[in-house]
């Protein structure tokens, strides 16, 4: 006997009841859609809880017109997430890249590479990249071959 599969309704009412919150519910079914149960329901504590925490983290940091700049990161996602199909950074990173915000930059590009498949936020950074040229982006921890990491490729 195999069980039947959850609606989606039923998946959202599930991880409430397994105590995700939800900012904006209506979005829950494209979230659903997108990342599966499953794989959303792994990243429930620690592991996901760190990559927006550290996301947060930086967003504030910018928010209130603070130096990102050449800053060790305080919060810090967990590199090694138990389950992602395809992590994206296949190259070991050194230890000032976890450090810096590329990490944190990395882990906001791989889930919106997951949430919304088609956003533009990866060229609008490699843009201002090209467009500053004159900046050295490895002190925000975009070391030489950064760009050959899976998630960065062009």
Request: charged share 25%; proline share 5%; hydrophobic share 40%.
């Amino acid at each position: 006997m195999s069980k039947s599969a959850y609606t989606i309704e039923e998946q959202i009412e599930l991880l409430k009841s397994r105590g995700m919150l939800f900012r904006r519910r209506i979005k829950c079914p494209h979230f659903l859609q997108n990342i599966s149960y499953y794989r959303l329901k792994g990243y429930l504590h620690s592991e996901l809880s760190s990559w927006l925490e550290a996301i947060g983290y930086v967003r504030n940091i910018i928010a209130h017109h603070s130096r990102l700049w050449n800053r060790d990161m305080v919060k810090r996602p967990v590199l090694n997430l138990k389950n992602p199909t395809s992590r994206g950074l296949d190259l070991p990173l050194v230890e000032v890249q976890q450090k810096k915000p590329f990490l944190i930059i990395s882990c906001m590009l791989f889930l919106c590479n997951k949430v919304t498949p088609n956003h533009q936020i990866k060229i609008k950074i490699l843009s201002l990249f090209e467009e500053n040229s004159s900046i050295p982006i490895y002190k925000l921890g975009f070391l030489h071959n950064w760009e050959n990491q899976g998630l960065w490729k062009k």
